[in-house]
Structure formats: C-alpha cells, structure tokens
C-alpha cells in the first residue's frame, strides 16, 4: 500500500467513527485530505521531498566601453581600423558615420566605443563621440540595442526578445507551419544628444613669466581662453608683439562642468583686465559688446591683427631681404605665422574688391573699408566660402585660410593696410571707436561694470568716476 492509499483509509475510518459531529468538521477533514495529498504528491517514492523547479532568471547583459581621445592626424577610418573588428562589424559603422557624420574630426575630441560581451566574444553596440566644444554627443547605436547615448549598461533586451508563447493547439485541426521570417539587415541609427552640464562663474588672475600661453597655462586654463582675450582686446594690443614679462591679467570667465565634474569648456569672459607694460585695458561686456571702463566701445575700425593667435615671423621695413628672390626689397606689411589653414578674419567691415592670383603673392584678398582703406590677405590656401567680389563682410568674418602659395618659404599671412593709397604700419594703427554706451544707459552700466571688477579682481580694485566721457576725450585718428 503506497502513501496516498494509507492516508485516505485513515481519513475515512475517523469519519465513520464520529457520524455526530457537525458536518463544519466533515468539511475541515476534507480540507486536510486535500494538503495531505497535495504533499505527497510532492514527495518521492522513497519518502524525500523534491524542490520545486523555479525558473531562473535572465543573466543580466555585461558591457565593456572602450573610452579615447583623436589623436592629431587621426581620421574616422584609423579609428575604426585599430578597434580591430570584425570586417562586417567595421564595414557597418564605417557606413554609418559616413551617412551620419558629416563634419571634421579635430584632435582631442573624446569618442566612447560600447560592446555587450558574451560567450562567444564581444558585441559592437553604439560608437559616441563627444563635438569639440563637448556640448553635444553624436551617438550610433544599433537599431534596437537600447543602449542610450552615454550609458554602457543600458539593456539589450531589444535585440532578442524572449519568443512569445505558442498558441494552443486546435482540437480539431493541427497547427499550421509557422514560416521563418527573415531579421532586417543590422543598421545602426544616429542621433544627437546635449551633454548636461552646469554653467559656473570663476574669476582668473595671473601673470607673464616669459609669455602668454605659459601663462594660462601655468594656471590650468587652455588656448580657447586665450583666443577669447586676445579677440577682446584686439583692437588695441597685438599680442603677437605686445606682452611682456610682468604683464597681469584678469578675468570672470564662465565655465562648463560635465555631470562627472570634469572641465568640458568656456562659456562667455564677461569682464577682463590686461596690464601691458603698466598700462591697464579693460574688457566689460554689457549687452553683447565690450567696453572699456569708461564705457567706450572697444571695437575700432580696423582690427590690429586679423587671425587669433600666432606669432609674426616678418615685420613692416623698408627694406627687407626677400627670402625667396634673395634681394633686398621693401615688405610693406607683417607676417604671421601658424598652422596651415588657420582661419583668416575680416579686419573691419567693408567689400571685397576681389579674390584672386596674384603673382608672387598667391591667393590674394583686398577689402575696401569706407573709400580711405584698404587691407590685402596674401598667400592664401584657400578662400572661404561665399566670399567672392562684391561681398560685404562684417569685422571678425572669416574670409579665408593661411597657406603658402605664390613666393614663400613656409605657411603664413601676409597682412598689408592701405591709408590712401599709400600702405601704412598695421601695428601703428590707433583707429577711432564705435559707439559707446547710450547716456540713457550710463547708470546701468557702472552698477554693471563695479559688480563684474569686484567679482574678478584680486584684493584691489580701482574705482571709476560714474561720469561720462566729454567728446573732447574721445579717440581720434592717428597714424
């Protein structure tokens, strides 16, 4: 007799004992029958309990991020080449950056590549790259991998989603074969993210040990902040000659901080302070523009450099031995040096006379500025864009890249300005400024001008008469 067959004959031998009982009892008695038997089915033959089977769960996806920066002379397809991948992996993001990213690579931009690791190896997933200013992620996934712009731990359950459960089984017909449907080809999708990040204020002092860049550097800063302040002051130092040792600086610069803390760009500097050989210039800017501190616009006429920073390899003489020619002739302008293809600015606002070869000084523009004058860009690579004869251009406006072509040595600009038809020193210009503040506005200005000093300035600061200038102070013309 087996287990079950015992306990029922037990159950129904009390039962026909105690017919009086009120049939409640009956009932719970029933109930016991029906555990007892629900345990022992639960039980072995030889007596031992067996384990319920549980299903088990998913293993959770496991991922690993390959994180680099451009490397200088690196393009897309050195990149995806040292990943090593598998040809069919590489010939598909190679095909989908080309269809999506449709801009330069520049060194030092972060890219993040995201693999889901199996059994057999590893996945390629999503490939982020971060654009320079580290504002914006441009982000390749596989379609349907669900992994998110900047996460390598997202789920993949979108890729193979658990089959759904069959149907049941006609009792009157079999079930109809099922056709395999083929997968759609593996594509990856593109999409464009802004990177969160939090906007500070901070205040920069220093100053010029031996030259500008140690400087900004020696206090953690890079060259865009550079650019910025020599774009700023522009219009009255050229800090290709200018700045000497000693000089001091000072500045209220925003700051991008990433949600990891880290340090992913400048915003605006809204107030900055040189000291070139104790001569103080100040930058404020209220509403878009710059000032000075006592409210004159710092933008002049004529730029006295059109390119941000570099370094002069050829000053403005009379006579100078031409490196090419190897005679001594006059250099009625001042060269600057740099990278080839370093952007060529506009020196003020004007039209462009034309564009074009000229011999010995290769790709060559000429901007006329209000019938008195005249500005030549030389040795060109190249021009930029829509800029052609007849153009108006505004002050600061790209119109071309340095180069070498024509008569030269090495990669440069040559710059020249014209005063009348006879060419002039750029780096003796001292043009006339651009309306300053409106006296309507004198008031808000200082309030303005005094917080913005008092925010950058180390421990002293010099206080301004709340006045505004007479005509009589305005700067004028000299050459």
Not at 168 to 197: C, H, M, N, Q
Not at 208 to 229: R, W
């Amino acid at each position: 007799m087996n287990p079950n067959q015992e306990m029922q004959m037990h159950i129904q031998m009390h039962i026909h004992r105690s017919p009086a009982r009120p049939v409640r009892k009956a009932m719970a008695l029933g109930l016991c029958l029906s555990a007892g038997l629900a345990f022992l089915g639960g039980c072995r033959q030889d007596g031992r309990a067996t384990s319920a089977t549980l299903p088990s769960p998913a293993p959770a996806s496991v991922y690993d991020t390959l994180s680099s920066r451009v490397k200088a002379g690196e393009s897309f397809n050195s990149i995806v080449h040292n990943l090593a991948l598998p040809a069919s992996e590489s010939s598909l993001l190679l095909s989908g950056i080309k269809e999506n990213f449709r801009f330069k690579l520049y060194a030092g931009q972060s890219y993040r590549v995201i693999f889901r690791v199996t059994e057999t190896g590893k996945l390629l997933q999503s490939f982020i790259l971060e654009d320079r200013g580290s504002e914006r992620r441009h982000v390749l996934a596989l379609a349907g991998s669900g992994t998110g712009p900047g996460t390598a731990s997202a789920s993949l359950s979108a890729v193979n989603p658990e089959p759904p459960p069959p149907a049941e089984a006609s009792a009157k017909s079999p079930a109809a074969p099922v056709e395999a449907v083929p997968a759609p080809p593996a594509k990856f999708s593109y999409a464009v993210v802004d990177i969160p990040a939090r906007m500070d204020t901070l205040a920069v002092n220093g100053s010029l040990a031996s030259n500008l860049y140690e400087a900004f550097v020696s206090k953690g800063e890079t060259g865009a902040l550079i650019q910025q302040v020599t774009k700023i002051f522009a219009w009255d130092l050229d800090f290709f000659k200018d700045p000497r040792a000693g000089d001091e600086f000072s500045l209220l610069v925003e700051k991008r901080f990433g949600e990891d803390g880290a340090f992913r760009g400048y915003g605006r500097v809204l107030s900055a302070k040189y000291v070139n050989r104790g001569k103080e210039y100040f930058g404020i800017l209220y509403k878009g523009q710059y000032y000075n501190q006592e409210g004159r616009s710092l933008e002049k006429m004529l730029m006295k450099a059109p390119l941000n920073f570099v370094h002069v390899s050829s000053g403005f003489s009379a006579a100078r031995l031409h490196p090419v020619l190897g005679v001594t002739r006059p250099h009625w302008g001042i060269d600057y040096c740099g990278p080839k293809n370093t952007k060529i600015l506009a020196a003020g606002d004007g039209t462009v006379e034309y564009t074009k070869w000229v011999n010995g000084y290769g790709n060559t523009i000429k901007i006329r500025h209000n019938g008195v004058y005249n500005t030549y860009y030389a040795h060109l690579n190249g021009f930029a864009a829509g800029c052609h004869s007849g153009k108006r251009v505004r002050q600061g406006e790209l119109i071309g890249y340095m180069g070498m072509t024509g008569l030269a040595t090495g990669v440069h600009l040559d710059y020249r300005v014209e005063f009348n038809g006879k060419y002039i020193n750029p780096a003796s210009l001292k043009m006339e400024a651009k309306q300053g503040v409106e006296k309507l506005e004198w008031k808000e200005f200082c309030d303005h001008r005094d917080q913005l000093l008092a925010r950058m300035a180390p421990p002293e600061i010099k206080h301004f008469a709340s006045v505004m200038p007479t005509p009589s102070e305005q700067a004028t013309k000299a050459f």
